[in-house]
């Protein structure tokens, strides 16, 4: 019946796992995962569990005893360190081969660094992992202990929820973000300016267009930002939130195509008929030849289910809307849909005082996409509408006495 290894126990390379199983497969399934836990949540390493709102039993993605109920076999701490495609082979760090008729990669991505003279102090800290978060707590509270600032780099959606939960810790907090407003790729420019006004009424000291010269440190650990005008901004703590490099490097070193990414069609599949890819290490080829990248559970879930299907024999395009979501402070901002090329924006409820409110982006005079700040009906509308390709006028989406849900029926 086989064999499929799933490089990667994450979000997409366990529910690759599993979805192979409901999905009939009777084989042998091994998933692999270089980080010494089971599989987790990452979301909260930035939110609830960093802010000691949750704990580590919630972090659990599924518990390895569950996942030895389906006959999955996991193995943790195990590094795959290369993959002859040939002999349809596994190399792991030790030496050990491990032979597969069916291959999953699903290896995630990791944090970019910043080639920063002090940069690589061992207070200068990225966050991808479960190891990753606990430094990161530790240094919060010994910046706790001693009164010290933290400084965030890069106003992305990670830096930023960072930010949040230092500022709840009464932290002071120091947000650096190179480009003229926050989250510029992802976010309106109506809602980057809500959002440095969210941070700014926390306390949180944003500095936009910065540019940073280099990390000064004493007894060997960062003490200060210092920027290109020579402002210094103290601190006990950098975190990077600079963004991702996909690991795709097991699969360029195999010659399979990949560009930011394991090139991917919309069913999981790469030009290898046996191999398939999932999650934040692929680039998806879309019709137009462009590469879609999305980093986010949705995208993992999704791919992991059509990487499975693959697999099967049984392609199964990924086309839903894409959505994410991210907490700071008591905002939820949840996104549906891509909003990169939009050309006019309406909004739906009270912007101003910010308590719930949706903007719908249009390109064209169509809906692309609907970004929704504690207005989760919105959003899950918002999914329907785009789903369906329904758009309404800009005038109906900004009439919050109109019923969108009409437009469904
Ligand atoms: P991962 O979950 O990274 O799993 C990949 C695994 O493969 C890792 O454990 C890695 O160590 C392992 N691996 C890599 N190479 C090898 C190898 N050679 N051998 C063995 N194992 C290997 N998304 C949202 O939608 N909403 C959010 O609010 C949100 N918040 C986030 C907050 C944080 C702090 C982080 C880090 C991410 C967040 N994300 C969020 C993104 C989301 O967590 C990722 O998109 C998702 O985890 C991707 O899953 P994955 O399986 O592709 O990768």
Not at 11 to 40: C, K, M, N, V, W
Not at 117 to 131: E, F
Not at 340 to 355: E, H, L, N, Q, T
Not at 369 to 379: G, I, L, R, T
Request: aromatic fraction near 4%; include cysteine.
């Amino acid at each position: 019946d086989g064999h499929i290894v799933i490089v990667g126990a994450g979000q997409a390379g366990t529910l690759t796992a599993e979805a192979l199983r409901s999905g009939g497969f009777s084989g042998a399934i091994t998933l692999l995962g270089d980080e010494p836990h089971g599989p987790y949540h990452r979301p909260p390493l930035s939110k609830a569990w960093l802010a000691g709102e949750v704990g580590d039993a919630q972090l659990m993605l599924r518990a390895p005893e569950m996942l030895a109920k389906k006959g999955i076999t996991l193995r943790t701490g195990v590094q795959v360190e290369a993959m002859d495609r040939t002999s349809a082979t596994l190399r792991l760090a030790g030496g050990e081969t491990l032979a597969y008729t069916g291959l999953v990669l699903a290896t995630g991505a990791t944090p970019r660094r910043l080639p920063l003279d002090g940069g690589d102090a061992p207070n200068v800290l990225p966050l991808r992992s479960k190891d990753d978060a606990s430094a990161i707590a530790a240094a919060l509270a010994r910046c706790a202990e001693q009164a010290l600032p933290v400084v965030v780099i890069g106003g992305g959606f990670i830096g930023l929820e960072v930010a949040a939960t230092a500022r709840k810790k009464g932290l002071a907090v120091t947000v650096l973000e190179a480009a003229p407003r926050l989250l510029g790729r992802v976010l309106s420019p109506g809602l980057s300016a809500w959002y440095a006004a969210l941070h700014r009424s926390h306390g949180v000291q944003l500095v936009l267009d910065a540019r940073i010269d280099r990390i000064d440190t004493s007894d060997g650990l960062a003490s200060a930002v210092v920027m290109a005008d020579g402002t210094r901004h103290a601190c006990g703590l950098v975190v990077l939130g600079v963004g991702v490099s996909a690991n795709d490097g097991l699969a360029a070193a195999a010659g399979l195509a990949c560009e930011r990414g394991i090139i991917v069609d919309a069913c999981g599949r790469t030009a290898d008929p046996r191999i398939v890819a999932a999650g934040d290490c692929t680039a998806r080829r879309l019709d137009d030849g462009s590469l879609l990248r999305l980093e986010s559970v949705q995208n993992a879930t999704e791919q992991a289910k059509s990487a499975a299907a693959a697999l099967l024999g049984q392609p199964r395009p990924f086309t839903a809307t894409p959505w994410f979501w991210s907490d700071q402070y008591n905002k939820k901002l949840q996104m549906a849909g891509l909003s990169a090329g939009a050309d006019a924006w309406a909004v739906r409820g009270d912007m101003d005082s910010g308590a719930s409110f949706s903007v719908y982006h249009y390109r064209g005079g169509r809906l692309i996409a609907v970004d929704s700040v504690n207005a989760a009906k919105d959003h899950l509308q918002a999914r329907k509408l785009l789903d369906a390709g329904v758009s309404p006028t800009p005038a109906q989406a900004s009439d919050s006495r109109f019923d969108l849900g009409s437009l469904l029926a």
